[in-house]
């Protein structure tokens, strides 16, 4: 069964640090391009970060660029975003996403084949 599994969400003070991982199971990452995108209450699915399966494309919104990292262990079959200076902006839940491609990169999860259920961060004091 192909399945996708976020963890690490949590309540965090402004400007605090989270890192959220994206497990996969029933397929290898590999051959993927990688997506977080988030979603706040009442407003629209955001492309927050994605890597190209060959690490040669990334790609950050520009309301986390300097404060989120992306990454990918394909080893252990997982993603990762690394979020620091976190602010109440950021508050949502979370999502990764997985689609079949090499060089490649979108921030459109419509784009990717597999989403996982999501995990919530929330930010404030």
């Known amino acids: 069964q192909v399945q996708l599994v976020e963890s690490g969400g949590d309540l965090v003070q402004p400007g605090g640090s989270l890192r959220l991982s994206c497990a996969a199971s029933g397929f290898t990452l590999d051959n993927y391009a990688l997506l977080w995108f988030r979603q706040a209450p009442g407003k629209e699915r955001e492309g927050v970060s994605c890597?190209?399966?060959?690490?040669?494309?990334?790609y950050y919104a520009d309301s986390v660029k300097g404060r989120f990292t992306i990454s990918r262990d394909n080893t252990q079959n997982t993603m990762y975003l690394q979020m620091a200076s976190l602010k109440p902006e950021d508050t949502a839940v979370y999502y990764c996403?997985?689609?079949?491609?090499?060089?490649?990169?979108?921030?459109?999860?419509?784009?990717?084949?597999?989403w996982g259920q999501g995990t919530q961060v929330t930010v404030s004091s």
């Open positions: 890597i190209s399966s060959d690490r040669g494309t990334t």
């Open positions: 996403a997985a689609g079949v491609g090499s060089s490649w990169c979108f921030p459109d999860p419509y784009e990717y084949d597999y």
